[in-house]
């Protein structure tokens, strides 16, 4: 059976971040550079369908970081989530590049593995870290996002039938339903117990009652997925088999898995975007803390570096004069 | 369905006595109210928009504190302009059609305009801005392969001892990992234009369509209330492939070669302190707005003559035809209550909430490759 392949969060960083960023800088931090807390959000996985080739376009798994990051998480729109950041200003490059990165990671993943281990928290399950060094003379900003995932060893398999469209798991009924559940309400992981035609979403945190009670067929894990990619269910999901696998070994042998893509109801004659695969696990209880990756890679050299977002264009007095017609 | 009726009905009661007071038909132009009372109805019909209040001191006291200016994010523009500009066939012409909405003559009518402007794009007419892109473009390729190696080399002396080895920041003891990660993370998307099982393809995955390159850019699209011009008005700001800010020379791209730089300039975002984006100039909207209105206007005079031979009895046929007409609610009132509500059923003129909707239609056809006009399925 396949291998599990996970389609990793990509950083999108609004221009309004960095301006936050540079206000905070000057007026607030100044010289400081210990860690804050900051806000990001994913949405369900997008994709447009290109009117020339009739093809459907995935708009990457993106984590976004806004203006409004340093603030309090406000209400964010439905079919997206907010997740948790740690946030690192560097005063020089050369902090920037010897600072201790790997305990940084560390310290996060340790907060992620006490969440599932002693509170059963499945809400810090996702969460991510920002090291930046801004150069505001020049408009420059360096910076290097990691999203903390465990690594399953042995991986996560997907059974023979692979990633299929949710319609052929579940009727339209049962997926307008969790719509509306989740419209109403948006959970990034969430339960799914199937009675008939009708399907009803439950919170994680009553995962120790659904597990215990319910058959395997009438039960869904499901998650937000910020992955448009129809093979690839997005980075969440790995953290959430972590957890499943470390709280219920008994019931992730096989694991039947709800990759909720819909942002809005399909249009007449559309197919629904959400996927649905049974994913297994040879794995064993999980009582130490796994290993864990994710600093983001370099968009165009996939390599582990940092990246820059150069401003200058927009932010630059005397190059936005050069603009002015 | 019931509660979306009520909802319907509600957004309704909050805008109607704006309406009586409203001069958007004679001049195109709308009242704050009837800009909160329009985008209500976007951002009630179309999810994807969102009212934002924007940076407290920056507030305009004629609006809602909490409705300063409308946002949609991540709005996909697949193609750049200039390459529709440029494609100078006969087929391609054709293809430009297409770019409207087939269900609205009107927006046809616009695409028309700018398939026949397309000669101007590398005619004399606009030397100075083709001569600059191959330039910029340049530029940008530079700073790509700068930003790959993260060596600052296009920038002052100073840093660039400094910076170069920022390459070496240590990939720590994830390098360890490789292995096993490699295993479970999906891998960057293959560079051939080979199809993924599901039809999809991936943002970042290049593919000739044409000679034309697929680059997925997104943009951030707000709209906020011009004072002066008594006007929506238009923001952009973008995101190249790689999901990094695309300068003003790379927005120009996606914008319609009559437009970049005359209509379309970056200037200051008037609900931050600091933010400067891309905008169309508010000065046209009126007269064009005024126009489309008419030409609506005009469209349901027809109808209701129309209806007027038919008789009355008729009266959801005559809907159905009507873009813009209410559906799903209005039929069901239409059972209930038919003849008392006889004056509530008349094919109206445009109602000021579609405003919003209408004009990003028109906006559609300055940034044609930009998809901010969602509503095409209304």
Known sequence: ?325 | MHTFQQQYWAIRDYISPVLKESKFKEHGRITPEEFVAAGDFLTYKFPVWQWEKGDASKARDYLPADKQYLVTRGVACLRRAQSLAYTDADEDAERLLSFGDPSSGLTDEWVETHAGRKDTADSAANPGEIDDIPDLDGDHDQLATAMGNVSLTSSAGATVGETPDIDDIPDMEEEGLEAGDDEATAGPPPKAGVLSSGGVIDASQVEAAKGNLLQVRTYDVMITYDKYYQTPRIWLNGYDENRNPLTPVQIFQDVSADHALKTVTIEAFPHSTTLQAASVHPCKHASVMKKVIERMNAGVEEQLAARKKDGSSKDSSSKKKWTFGRKGSKEDSSKDKSSANEEDEQPEAMRVDFYLVVFLKFIASIVPTIEVDSTTSF
Request: charge should be negative; charged fraction near 20%.
């Open chain 1, 1 to 325: 059976m396949p291998v599990v392949q996970f389609a990793p969060f990509s950083s999108l960083v609004q221009p309004g971040f960095w301006h936050e960023l540079t206000r905070l800088k000057i007026d607030v931090l100044r010289l400081s550079d210990e860690s804050l807390t900051v806000n990001g959000s994913y949405s369900v996985g997008r994709s447009v369908r290109d009117r020339e080739t009739g093809q459907d376009v995935a708009l990457g798994c993106n984590l976004v970081l806004g203006a409004a990051a340093f603030e309090q998480p406000s209400q964010v729109p439905p079919m997206s989530v907010a997740i948790r950041g740690v946030f690192k200003n560097y005063n020089t490059i050369e902090e920037f590049k010897v600072a201790d990165k790997a305990s940084i990671f560390n310290e996060v993943t340790n907060d992620m593995w006490n969440s599932i281990v002693e509170s059963k928290d499945a809400s810090k399950l996702t969460q991510f870290l920002l090291l930046t060094f801004s150069d505001l003379k020049k408009y420059q900003y360096y910076y290097w996002f990691a999203f903390p995932a465990f690594v399953a060893k042995p991986a996560w398999e997907i059974s023979t039938e692979g990633w299929k469209a949710a319609d052929h798991e579940l009727n339209a009924s049962q997926l307008t339903s969790i719509f509306e559940s989740l419209h109403a309400q948006t959970k990034p992981f969430f339960l799914v117990k199937l009675t008939g035609d009708a399907a009803k979403v439950h919170p994680m945190d009553e995962a120790d009652v659904f597990f215990a009670s319910d058959s395997p067929d009438s039960t869904i894990v499901g998650f937000l997925d910020p992955s448009a990619s129809p093979d690839n269910p997005g980075w969440p999901l790995r953290n959430l088999l972590t957890y499943l696998q470390t709280l219920y070994p008994s019931k992730t042998t096989s694991v039947r898995i709800l990759c909720w893509r819909d942002g809005e109801l399909p249009v007449a004659g559309r197919a629904w975007k959400s996927r649905f695969g049974v994913v297994a696990s040879g794995g064993d209880r999980q009582t130490v803390k796994p290993t864990a990756v994710g600093w983001e890679r370099h968009p165009t050299t996939n390599k582990l570096t940092a990246r820059m977002a150069d401003l200058a264009p927009m932010m630059d007095p005397t190059r936005l004069a050069d603009q002015a017609v």
